[in-house]
């Protein structure tokens, strides 16, 4: 009887917080999109709570950070990212925009070549960002 109980409450709740999970991370997305960054990053941050996984959400708390020009926190945000999935092209591609703008070229040219090893999506931009860390560390 009381497994019986159990059972039924882990079923009705757990489609509830799996919706909640879609809800406010599709909320934040709209938010992004109408550029309401602080509404959004109040969703993706609620999103975060009930699936502290989502790299997806910390992704756009970063573009949510850069818009607001916080370098801190976008880098903890991607950082957070790559520690989640190491595999994350834009995470690790945005990061090293970030240290070539703030003039780490070695740590810009460190994540460039760990994002061309694993690139699928982000190549061409891989081979651009090379060009200019080349031409930016030689002044």
Known sequence: ??????????????????????????????????????????????????????????????????NLKDKNLQEKNLNTVILLNPKNEEAIYNLAKLKLESSDYQKSKELNSRLNNICDKFCNQSKKLKIEIENLSKK
């Open 1 to 66: 009887m009381i497994f019986r109980l159990k059972l039924t409450l882990i079923l009705l709740l757990l489609p509830n917080k799996l919706m909640a999970n879609n809800f406010y991370f599709d909320e934040g997305l709209k938010l992004f999109e109408s550029e309401k960054f602080e509404e959004a990053k109040f969703k993706f941050e609620q999103n975060i709570v009930f699936n502290p996984k989502s790299e997806m959400s910390y992704l756009y708390l970063s573009k949510i950070f850069e």
